[in-house]
């Protein structure tokens, strides 16, 4: 009886046969070196800075839990006392704004340039994703400490000074920007390496066909390329926010550092604080996602394309 | 329409070639400044590190920053050799472990169904935002209540769950068409039959960037020697670089130099050695 069912009907999710319960199985011995790891280490982790926020803890032979008045005091006093806070915190959201475009563009006119048949094509890739290898924090150190990460003197000059007219707050960001300029297309090694990859999976006899039909590059950039490299695109905008937001060089990790160890705050603020900022990241995140995930409908008409340029190539 | 045809492939790209060359060029000498920098600037002697405007090259270079930097080793009680070994242990024992971890939870995670599995990805991704300051001293805790404080096991354990090396690992996997892994199945190979045999050479370039990032995570990494450990013998090199460093003196930037180079020649050595397959991307290994 049972397996007539199942016949009848074998996309059935509820009903647990003897053969999905043996591919749960090999998927549980796969994750399970990782999920123990994780559990023990970031899970049950977060579980207790979560805890931690929500009361004020002392080390001194082990901890002691101090009960708060009202649990979401450090949450409070992040807004109400913390003053650098807010504007560091708006201050990283504006950069990002700037940045992300900038890394995304970047790496993707890059690994363009890098995809076409020219010659010494891999000694540029090299070039390219050596500072992925370089970039690790003493180097970073020192080359932030010796200023080199900026654009040569002048040309920033000339162009802050066109710029001087704006007001402040978007002043600030774009001096920013330009004085790490250099670190900005540094952080840039991994997404041309992911864009390459990406391209490289594009069949040729898209463009062919697309060529054929009369299409410019200019077109079949933006009709051919783009839409197959949307996933990538999600995927790199999403590693780009991470490594910006968790970066050791982010002033608001930084900060969340120095309130955690500071005597006056101690480190169950600093945890209520990384709650907060790990709740905004979340958000930007989300937002990338939305405005880049790919929509049904779309990838749809993209796929009933691909045929009928197919078609129309063999026809001629 | 025949004579479009014949343009869409030509077999010289002498002229098309030169505009690439005009982009690419600057930029990766605007790239690459910085990486000749940190090299002269290790060189440099006492007056040229502190020339204002600073200098980019290097005019008279000499080994006083190195030697400084192994005559203050040489002072302390512990050999430098002692914490370059430490150093390779954890790093070599770190990178493998994670790499095996990530492939195999990404291969389950991309190509396998269970139960749980999209919780699993969404934890992961609640942990790859995660600052980690907030974490640590949760991660002492535990440490310290698993009895591994003040051994080589306080300096792995918690670096080889990586999240966003779990993260690249399964986007890469998910690209892998399913009817080669049905192929390898109906062929008779069995789940791990297929992820060593199909899964791992099919990923490579992305385990090979995984592998760096890892590596880059332990190599440098002071958090652990810091707080995990207590006794000198067991941290690392990248901890004590740092201190050595760290210094306010005079030297002491000299001495910075010498060592943001030191600790960089490994990576380069590295990328030397991965960049074959990590820059052999998909088209190469056999995927559509």
């Keep these: ?316 | 329409m025949a004579i479009g045809g014949t343009k869409v492939n030509p077999k010289k790209f002498h002229k098309n070639q030169i505009p690439f060359y005009l982009y690419l060029i600057p930029v990766a000498v605007f790239m690459g400044a910085p990486i000749v920098y940190i090299i002269n600037h290790a060189f440099k002697p006492m007056d040229e590190l502190f020339a204002f405007p600073p200098k980019f090259f290097v005019s008279n270079p000499s080994l006083i920053n190195f030697r400084n930097l192994f005559q203050t080793a040489a002072g302390s009680s512990i050999p430098i050799s002692r914490y370059i070994f430490n150093s390779f242990i954890v790093t070599v024992a770190v990178v493998l472990l994670s790499i095996i971890i990530s492939t195999m939870a990404g291969f389950a995670l991309s190509k396998m169904k269970f139960k749980l599995k999209n919780t699993i990805f969404e934890v992961n991704n609640l942990a790859l935002m995660f600052v980690a300051t907030a974490v640590t001293i949760p991660r002492y805790l535990t440490i310290n209540a698993v009895g591994i404080l003040d051994t080589y096991w306080a300096h792995i354990l918690p670096l080889i769950a990586m999240p966003v090396c779990l993260f690249l690992i399964k986007q890469f996997m998910d690209q892998v068409p399913d009817s080669l892994l049905e192929a390898a199945q109906l062929e008779g190979a069995g789940a791990f039959r297929i992820y060593w045999k199909v899964i791992l050479p099919l990923t490579k370039p992305a385990i090979a960037t995984g592998a760096i990032l890892a590596f880059q995570s332990v190599w440098t990494n002071v958090e652990t020697s810091n707080l995990f450990t207590s006794s000198e013998g067991i941290r690392t090199l990248g901890f004590y670089m740092n201190t050595l460093s760290g210094v306010g003196t005079v030297q002491g930037q000299g001495m910075a130099a010498a060592a943001a180079m030191i600790m960089f020649v490994p990576n380069l050595l590295l990328f030397v050695v991965m960049q074959s397959s990590v820059m052999n991307t998909m088209a190469y290994s056999g995927m559509k």
Aim: charged share 15%.
């Design chain 1, 1 to 316: 009886m049972a397996s007539k069912k199942n016949k009848r009907n074998p996309h059935d999710k509820r009903r647990l046969t003897k053969r999905k319960l043996r591919e749960w199985m090999y998927g549980y011995i796969f994750i399970l070196p990782w999920l123990i790891g994780v559990s023990i280490f970031f899970v049950y982790a977060m579980v207790q800075s979560l805890r931690f926020s929500f009361s004020n803890i002392i080390f001194s032979n082990g901890i002691t839990f101090n009960a708060l008045a009202n649990p979401w005091d450090n949450y409070a006093s992040v807004f109400m006392k913390e003053i650098n806070f807010p504007i560091t915190l708006a201050n990283f959201g504006l950069g990002l704004a700037l940045q992300l475009p900038i890394i995304i563009a970047f790496s993707l006119i890059i690994a363009l340039l890098l995809n076409s048949k020219i010659r010494a094509r891999s000694v540029f890739r090299m070039i390219f994703f050596l500072p992925v290898i370089i970039a690790t924090g003493p180097v970073m150190q020192q080359l932030t400490a010796q200023g080199v990460s900026s654009v040569p003197m002048v040309s920033q000059n000339t162009l802050l000074g066109i710029l001087q007219g704006l007001p402040e707050f978007i002043y600030q960001p774009i001096s920013d920007l330009f004085s790490s300029l250099i670190l900005i297309l540094w952080n840039s090694g991994i997404q041309i390496l992911i864009f390459l990859a990406g391209l490289q999976k594009v069949p040729s006899t898209l463009y062919e066909a697309a060529k054929i039909d009369g299409a410019s590059g200019w077109e079949s950039f933006w009709k051919i390329t783009l839409p197959i490299m949307k996933p990538m695109i999600l995927l790199n905008s999403i590693y780009t926010v991470v490594t910006l937001a968790t970066g050791g060089d982010n002033e608001i990790i930084q900060l969340i550092y120095d309130v955690s160890y500071a005597p006056t705050k101690g480190y169950s603020y600093g945890a209520a604080m990384s709650w907060i900022y790990t709740a905004v990241v979340a958000v930007i995140l989300l937002i990338v996602f939305l405005l880049l995930r790919e929509k049904s409908d779309r990838r749809v008409k993209y796929e009933t394309k691909r045929p009928d340029l197919k078609e129309r190539r063999q026809d001629a």
